[in-house]
């Protein structure tokens, strides 16, 4: 009885350490988002790499909607610990589309390379170490499900078949 | 023995309960708030869904009197993943009740739509999502407790017995 009484504390105490794993508590967790309204020309996101995982990541970056929530384009930028990258959104992530729109959705995924390479519509598993700012203000970090993740880059996939580099990041 | 194990037992159960009532981890946790100063005509917050849920939530907004902490008005707003909503802070939250105030407090719920539909004096269950923003700076996530919950949507339903939808905030499609 006393063994079994033990064996179940055991389960429940590794509850705290497997929630802590779910929790995205550092600014440089994995899922980064920001509503921008009044966007200009020459608004741009700037990203780095904080080397949490000692090596390159991916920043994918999606544009959204706002009226409707329906994606309007994605890249993804390849980044070196310590890098930094700043893509414009209108000229860069939004590929100069005409018209501009004047407020969107901006959701940032930080993902492992795959075999060196980036792609917002096939991330790698996704990392920690990414830091984002629009202006002086940090993006958000947020909750990802599997759902969001899945509408994220099934999205960027239907319009992007083969991955599309942001243009301000340079291929490796 | 067995029945001090049993009590480190169930202390140990209550860990992982309290902590997750208790920690708002994430920036799009479901309560919100910022204390809002030099409040001016055109101030706006605006609200998104991460879509952490895979599904729309309610933002439910209340300001609240920065001398009384009584509340000045609700209203809540229906957002789909993905999608970002400006609620006018006088022209709509307030109703462009007269004087302005100069300052308030701002809080901000989200739950899940009841029936499709949302209610900030009668929220659904609450959940995480929300992502929000005065300006350049985000609102700020907090711990919510029974008490505030329930002085929030009693009062909200004091001053608006229907459920009042923001003005920025279409109402959800009707269901298919």
């Not at chain 1, 080397?51 to 070196?80: I, M, R």
């Not at chain 1, 319009?159 to 301000?168: F, K, M, N, V, Y």
């Not at chain 2, 994430?26 to 030099?38: G, Y």
Request: hydrophobic share 45%; proline share 9%.
């Amino acid at each position: 009885m006393v063994k079994q009484v033990l064996v179940a504390m055991g389960f429940v105490l590794s509850w705290p350490t497997l929630a802590a794993a779910q929790n995205p508590v550092t600014a440089d967790s994995p899922f980064q988002m920001r509503a921008l309204v009044s966007l200009k020309g020459k608004d741009a996101v700037v990203v780095s790499n904080s080397g949490a995982n000692g090596s390159a990541l991916c920043a994918s970056a999606y544009a959204f909607d706002p009226a409707d929530g329906q994606l309007v384009n994605c890249c993804s930028c390849h980044l070196f610990p310590n890098a930094m990258r700043s893509i414009p959104i209108a000229a860069d992530l939004l590929e100069n589309d005409k018209p501009r729109p004047k407020s969107l959705v901006l959701k940032l995924l930080a993902a492992a390379p795959v075999a060196g390479e980036c792609s917002a519509s096939a991330p790698g598993s996704l990392a920690a170490g990414l830091t984002a700012w629009k202006g002086e203000t940090p993006f958000t970090t947020a909750t990802l499900s599997a759902m969001e993740l899945s509408t994220m880059t099934t999205q960027c996939g239907a319009l992007h078949p083969t991955a599309r580099p942001c243009d301000a990041c340079p291929v490796p | 023995m067995v029945k001090h194990a049993l009590l480190v037992l169930a202390l140990v159960l209550s860990w992982p309960t309290l902590a997750a009532a208790q920690n708002p981890v994430t920036a799009d946790s479901p309560f919100q708030m910022r204390a809002l100063v030099s409040l001016k005509g055109k101030d706006a917050v605006v609200v998104s869904n991460s879509g952490a849920n895979g599904s729309a939530l309610c933002a439910n907004a209340y300001a609240f009197d920065a001398q009384d902490g009584q509340l000045l008005d609700c209203c809540s707003c229906h957002v789909p993943p993905n999608v970002l909503r400006s609620i006018p802070i006088a022209a709509d939250l307030l109703e462009n009740d007269k004087p302005l105030p100069k300052s308030l407090v701002l809080k901000l719920l989200a739950s899940i739509p009841v029936a499709g539909e949302c209610s900030a004096s009668a929220p659904g269950a609450l959940i995480v999502g929300l992502t929000a923003w005065k300006g350049e700076t985000p609102l700020t996530p907090a711990t919510l407790s029974a008490a505030e919950l329930s002085a929030m949507t009693v009062q909200c339903g004091f001053a608006h017995p229907a459920a009042r939808t923001c003005d920025a905030c279409p109402a959800p499609p009707p269901p298919m």
